[in-house]
């Protein structure tokens, strides 16, 4: 196995990324300002995949071909704009799926990003070839993964079930083995690589296993959040909240306290009446190197489609385009998202439990018809 060739550069004056200091929560945009205001900005750079998983949050929007993308320096201007912008993410799609993505759009925006003193963020599968996620280093500061699996049967189980072609044990295996080699590479080059788990039918009795493995291969923080039904996995069996409680505790029981641990789009709250989720609220709190991170989704992030200029108010929900980049500044597309009906439902705050309410999708999947902004936080 290589290490990586990472000549990474401190970004000067930035505080390192750490439990304490977490760009993308928007709670810190919310405490500074009083209101949430537009920090957080994530580009939808390709709809290109090598993998189909089940449970793919965009799903619907893979696609085998795609058209040109709006020029670079359009979209710069777009975020030279968002004054108080203090993330980018880059999503696709797998963003790395070709090299002319990555070297004409990747690239420059994230050092942009690094000139500007924003943070960024890529999600990727990272089982393409190194070279392609070497050349971020650089300028990258959080290299998100995917990462469910306890060996190469269940990256087969998943990962591709939702292609039209079969694709074999053999080369599941070969692309597994490169994504831990990778990872492994990444990580010992000094990339911050943060490894997301989802809590769901198929990993919820394995975590533990699986937070070993992410230890293992030396990523700085594991990521955990509860699936929700939507894309891909609309069909797919939910969790009640029991098994999703009894799978974080099983995890919290088993996980090393010296790996940061990142819960989110959690659907526990401090405003429950229910014992048992008061408990897990206050176990939370009390776990070292654990955070649990607001959802930016409808708070302080929009999401921008790099092919039609179309921004979102995530880039997996139901909610239509608000504007697009054509003709509205990102600004004024958050202020009309402001203005929402449907942000109006979860726009509570429980300042002393640090909670800005739950995502849209978590309170309609367990809490049909609940008033958050009724409630308040008990814990
Ligand atoms: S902010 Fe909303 S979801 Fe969070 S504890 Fe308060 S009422 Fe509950």
């Known amino acids: 196995m290589n290490q990586a060739n990472i000549l990474s550069s401190s970004p000067v004056g930035l505080l390192p990324i750490t439990p304490e200091n977490d760009p993308w929560d928007p709670i810190r945009s919310l405490r500074r300002y009083g209101e949430h205001r537009l ?3 994530e580009l939808t750079v390709t709809q290109l995949c090598n993998m189909r998983c089940e449970h793919c949050a965009v799903g619907e929007t893979l696609a085998l071909t795609e058209g040109p993308r709006i020029p670079l320096a359009a979209i710069l201007r777009r975020l030279d704009e968002v004054e108080g912008l203090e993330t980018i993410s880059i999503t696709g799609g797998e963003p790395s799926y070709r090299e002319d993505t990555v ?16 943070r960024s963020q890529i999600n990727s599968n990272v089982t393409l070839d190194l070279s392609r996620y070497e050349s971020m280093a650089p300028y990258l500061d959080v290299m998100h993964i995917s990462f469910n699996y306890m060996n190469a049967d269940d990256f087969h189980q998943v990962g591709f079930v939702r292609t ?14 490169r994504m831990v080699d990778n990872t492994k590479s990444l990580a010992r ?3 911050f690589v943060s490894a997301e788990s989802m809590i769901n039918f198929r990993t919820h009795k394995k975590l533990p296993g699986i937070h070993r493995l992410i230890d293992e291969m030396g990523c700085r923080r594991h990521e955990v959040h509860p699936m929700y039904p939507s894309a891909f996995a609309s069909n797919l069996p939910v969790l009640s909240l029991e098994e999703t409680r009894e799978a974080m505790h099983g995890l919290l029981d088993q996980r090393n306290p010296d790996l940061w641990m990142l819960f989110g789009t959690l659907p526990f709250y401090a405003c429950s009446g229910n014992k048992e989720d008061q408990e897990l609220v206050l176990r939370l709190r009390d776990e070292p190197n654990l955070t649990v991170r607001n959802d930016p989704d409808g708070r302080n992030r929009l999401n921008v489609n790099l092919f039609t200029g179309d921004v979102y108010v995530t880039d997996f929900s139901d909610v239509p385009s608000l504007g697009n980049i054509h003709h509205d500044t990102l600004e ?11 942000n109006g439902t979860v726009q509570c705050h429980c300042p002393a439990a640090g909670c800005c309410g739950p995502n849209l999708l978590v309170a309609d999947t ?6 958050f902004l009724k409630r308040a936080a008990v814990v």
Do not use: C, N
């Open 39 to 41: 920090t957080s900005v």
């Open 103 to 118: 070297r004409d759009y990747i690239v420059p925006i994230l050092r942009y990003a690094r000139e500007r003193g924003v």
């Open 164 to 177: 039209d072609r079969s694709v074999s044990r053999d080369t599941a295996a070969k692309l597994y083995e």
């Open 189 to 191: 080059g000094g990339m």
């Open 332 to 342: 004024q597309v958050f202020a009309r998202w402001k203005q929402h009906p449907l």
């Open 366 to 371: 367990y809490y049909k018809g609940v008033d």
